[in-house]
């Protein structure tokens, strides 16, 4: 199982950036899906995520500037990044809770995408 991050950059305070994460391999079902992040000398933190593709739990930090939805066809989840600020500045990792084989559950972790937020 692998998942794919894509669409980070660099953007202006105010901007918006869209990232996507598309999971494939050996994939029975997805039970969570969703982004955390890590700014260099912080722990790592929830940013989004959903859970059996209906349940959201978001960061307080983004409340209210980051929406994420979920694609099942394509086991792919998105995190529209609006009202971005400097301090949302970090690598951010796409985590997935994924059934491999029949009650066989693994997380697995994306390989991480920069957002750097100019002020």
């Known amino acids: 199982v692998q998942l794919q991050a894509s669409g980070g950059g660099l953007v202006q305070a105010g901007g918006s950036l869209r990232l996507s994460c598309t999971a494939s391999?050996?994939?029975?079902?997805?039970?969570?899906i969703g982004w955390y992040r890590q700014a260099p000398g912080k722990q790592r933190e929830l940013v989004a995520r959903?859970?059996?593709?209906?349940?959201?739990n978001y960061g307080d930090a983004v409340k209210g500037r980051f929406t994420i939805s979920r694609e099942d066809a394509s086991n792919t989840v998105y995190l529209q990044m609006n009202g971005l600020k400097p301090e949302d500045t970090a690598v951010y990792y796409c985590?997935?809770?994924?059934?491999?084989?029949?009650?066989?559950?693994?997380?697995?972790w994306g390989q991480g995408a920069q957002v750097t937020v100019s002020s």
């Open positions: 391999g050996s994939i029975f079902s997805i039970n969570a």
């Open positions: 985590n997935a809770n994924i059934e491999i084989s029949s009650a066989n559950w693994r997380n697995y």
């Open positions: 959903i859970i059996t593709g209906i349940k959201t």
